[in-house]
């Protein structure tokens, strides 16, 4: 079914056209209706734009009633635009049926907008990085966005590591999931911003993070009381960071350990999605369940959404 | 006058034994009695012993009696042990007369013991690489250094940019000083670790951030509320990063810039702090006085400590 996807650049400038060209294209193959915001290529030196014009790339994309708002790429930026933001229209938009999608610094946003109204949006693909690539997108992220552009999606699966496996069913019933990129959240401790989220289901990525810089990040989410209000930790992927001679056997493993010695909740890990092409689409601040057994692990939000 | 100058580490693993002896032989040469902490050169991954052995080497040097506490080094590693920190004994070390110093991931204890106790500690060199360097270590920074040895020391001053300058006389009075690292800081937001600080003047350095990052690093000391709580603000050196040809223009300088249409208080820059040979010894806690004139600014604690 036809769907409106409306594109629009609330971080980092577009560094090649083409790619973003590619990735519309991609959307119109698919049968979808895209529209551009007139900012989608604006730079201002790093920025898509100054602060106004992404402020404003945002509510028009608040106001477009697309079916589906999504992000050309990350980077930087909203971070520093969050007072600017007019929650409410966002939320209204989400409440028409608009769904906001994207990832990386797009956590402040999407953290932001569940902070102030409780509102929806998803965490999944960027429209350049992810449907702008050379050769054909990733098979289970298209089969994601189109469930959740459809509104077909119920849940997301995957399978943890052998070490991780339960031999009798896990379930956590009516959490919060929330979360997204590990800098982007932790960045937004002690501000507005960040949720207060209890019975939640957290996940996390990360992207050029060496392993003690994410554990210095975890630090802060778990000395701010954060992560012992969880009921679950979901660890995404933690890609292309350089590791140091110096580590000797310190590395992210080793990170993933610490944690699981700080909290109760159980922390699972190989969750498909940060900066990685396989990323299944996931609804932050919807209620979910989690269900674990074997190596299967599920997080499933019904037909709520 | 002879000094009992004690060395620990308590963050990352010394990699090359030599600097650190190179750096006990320059302080004996100064005519100070250096005391070796007993796991100075433990390593535990990339760690200077596991937690255990850190956080015994801490409370060793507020056993010491030394007149100094000097780390080795910073790296990583105290902010994984804050809790596990005996306060009282620091802040009654402190009392007798021991300067805990040191910089960069020494800002989580420094900011802690004064969060706990409103002791002061010194930020200033560690002695692998100021004192352990190939070569003469550099003589305002030995100054600094023996200043605060001795208990001589009244304040820091140092010459301001051109567009800095005040043609007429800008005092801040009575003002508690504190700061650091900024990364190091800034995941303290939200802790129980975070100094509340009003009336301040703060300072800031960094080394290896872009300033994309340094500036998503600042806004979490805004939106905190923090930055807005304070007098002044001095901007140590930001050292070693690696610009993007993506930034366009955007530098040190537009943070800079960007800072100061945020806060009230005044912005000032190249406080001779940091990831830098020439550094000056600062007292994080302290009530200080800032004077700026022309382009000259000092920092002065007079004869209270």
Redesign the interface.
């Known amino acids: 079914m036809t769907k409106h996807i409306y594109i629009y650049s609330p971080s980092?400038?577009v560094?090649d056209r083409a790619v973003i060209k590619r990735g519309v294209a991609r959307l119109k193959a698919l049968g979808h209706e895209v529209e551009l915001d007139e900012a989608v290529f604006a730079?201002h030196?790093?920025?898509a734009g100054d602060d106004a014009t992404r402020l404003a790339a945002i509510h028009r994309a608040a106001a477009s009633g697309a079916d589906v708002a999504l992000i050309t790429r990350g980077g930087?930026g909203l971070?520093?635009i969050?007072p600017g933001i007019r929650y409410k229209a966002v939320a209204k938009a989400i409440e028409r049926g608009t769904r906001f999608v994207g990832l990386s610094d797009f956590t402040a946003f999407q953290n932001a907008v569940l902070a102030k109204t409780g509102a929806v949006t998803w965490s999944g693909p960027a429209l350049g990085e992810d449907f702008g690539v050379e050769g054909e997108p990733d098979d289970i992220m298209q089969a994601c966005f189109e469930d959740l552009v459809s509104g077909q999606g119920e849940g997301a699966g995957w399978q943890l590591p052998v070490s991780e496996r339960r031999d009798r069913l896990l379930q956590v019933k009516e959490a919060t999931l929330w979360g997204g990129n590990l800098?982007?959240l932790?960045?937004?401790?002690?501000?507005?911003?960040?949720p207060d989220i209890r019975n939640g289901i957290l996940f996390l990525e990360d992207v050029h993070e060496h392993p003690?810089r994410v554990?210095?990040?975890l630090?802060?989410l778990l000395?701010?009381g954060?992560l012992g209000r969880q009921k679950a930790i979901l660890l995404g992927h933690f890609t292309n960071y350089k590791p140091?001679p110096?580590?000797?056997?310190?590395k992210l493993q080793?990170v993933v350990d610490?944690l699981r010695l700080q909290v109760k909740c159980p922390v699972f890990t190989r969750l498909p999605f940060g900066h990685v092409a396989t990323k299944v689409a996931l609804p932050v601040g919807a209620p979910v369940h989690l269900a674990v057994e074997g190596r299967d692990a599920f997080v499933l939000w019904g037909h709520r959404h």
Not at 186 to 194: A, D, E, K
Not at 246 to 250: I, N, Q, T
């Open positions: 980092s400038a560094g730079r030196m790093r920025f930087y971070t520093r969050l800098a982007v932790s960045s937004l401790v002690g501000s507005p911003w960040i003690y554990e210095r990040m630090t802060q000395y701010a954060i140091y110096h580590d000797r056997g310190f080793t610490w």
